[in-house]
């Protein structure tokens, strides 16, 4: 299985039941996955991430506004995709010219609906694994106890920014009002950020905020 930070999808289908079964069968699968109801909530979503933060997207061709194979080079220039992160269209019926024409503009390769659930698996392993061993192993921070650097992709701008001020030392009442929002929000940002650092208390926190230099 690929490293954790190549680990999240993005889901782009306009169908409920199948995009809510398609996140839950991937997260079953061991991925964080996401799922949008079109590109644009898509690339919406995507702006909201730190760069390299979405290593791969399952995109379906036809969609409300922009197309499958619109997105296709938009997902390419968006900083918060991965480099090389591989773009799977999802269509329920394909012809060699549509496939073709998929392949032209950047996507992957092709998912048939209804989806094959091992398929599936067995494609976003071995694409994500090529794609992690085209990168290099990122380094531990001079002086950072182990901190990788990389850390902070996996961020959001907003939990970068709670990440900060938990290196400071800000309780969570203090964190709400710096960043004009309530408790339970910096506390659902401090539970998430626990989870991608993988750490149990504000002291730990505040020493990857520290290695990270945000402090």
Not at 72 to 93: D, E, F, N
């Amino acid at each position: 299985m690929p490293r954790p930070d190549l680990l999240r999808i993005l889901c782009i289908e306009d169908e409920t039941d199948f995009r809510t079964e398609l996140v839950e069968e991937l997260v079953a699968l061991g991925y964080q996955a996401s799922g949008v109801a079109s590109g644009e909530a898509g690339l919406a979503l995507l702006d909201g991430m730190g760069p390299e933060s979405m290593a791969c997207v399952i995109c379906d061709v036809m969609l409300p506004g922009l197309s499958g194979l619109e997105m296709v080079g938009r997902l390419r220039a968006h900083p918060a995709l991965v480099k090389g992160a591989p773009i799977l269209l999802l269509t329920a019926l394909v012809g060699r010219d549509d496939m073709l024409s998929g392949l032209r503009v950047g996507a992957d390769d092709y998912l048939l609906k209804p989806v094959d659930l091992s398929l599936l698996q067995l494609t976003l392993e071995n694409r994500l694994q090529r794609l992690q061993d085209m990168r290099p192993a990122p380094q531990p921070l001079p002086g950072g106890g182990g901190i990788r650097p990389d850390l902070l992709a996996q961020l959001s701008r907003r939990e970068t920014e709670v990440l900060t001020l938990l290196g400071q030392g800000r309780r969570s009442g203090e964190i709400a009002t710096a960043l004009s929002i309530s408790e339970h929000t910096v506390r659902q940002y401090t539970k998430d950020l626990y989870r991608k650092l993988r750490v149990t208390s504000r002291v730990e926190a505040a020493r990857i905020a520290i290695g990270l230099m945000l402090v």
